[in-house]
């Protein structure tokens, strides 16, 4: 069993930064793949990034390639989303989530998920 909490959510102005984090219990975190996923309201749960079980390789979404970055510390149990350059299409709640399938895009392929920390962008 794996236990998964993001932070790092909040409110942005457009063209601004945050880091999400999402901390991971249990001993058996570098054997997952991991990954980003969001959630607007009314729309459904989408793809953001993925990074393989040992950071080397990393999917972005089309729409997040090139602003977001997927990283991972398998000391820490812990994996990163920084995100650059936010849209207020990047408003969502934002979930982190587990599996064994690499870099897997889709929700189904995801066997563990946080509880969601919610992302603003808005002047």
């Known amino acids: 069993q794996v236990q998964l909490v993001e932070s790092g959510g909040g409110l942005v102005q457009p063209g601004g930064s945050l880091r999400l984090s999402c901390a991971a219990s249990?001993?058996?975190?570098?054997?997952?793949?991991m990954g980003w996923f969001r959630q607007a309201p009314g729309k459904e749960r989408e793809f953001v990034a993925a990074?393989?079980?040992?950071?080397?390789?990393?999917n972005y979404a089309t729409s997040v390639k090139g602003r977001f970055t997927i990283s991972r510390d398998n000391a820490k149990n812990t994996v990163y989303l920084q995100m650059n350059s936010l849209k207020p299409e990047d408003t969502a709640v934002y979930y982190c989530?587990?599996?064994?399938?690499?870099?897997?895009?889709?929700?189904?392929?995801?066997?563990?998920w946080g509880q969601g920390t919610q992302v603003t962008v808005s002047s």
């Open positions: 249990g001993r058996t975190f570098s054997s997952y793949a």
């Open positions: 989530a587990g599996s064994r399938l690499p870099l897997a895009t889709m929700t189904a392929n995801y066997d563990y």
């Open positions: 990074i393989s079980r040992s950071g080397g390789s990393t």
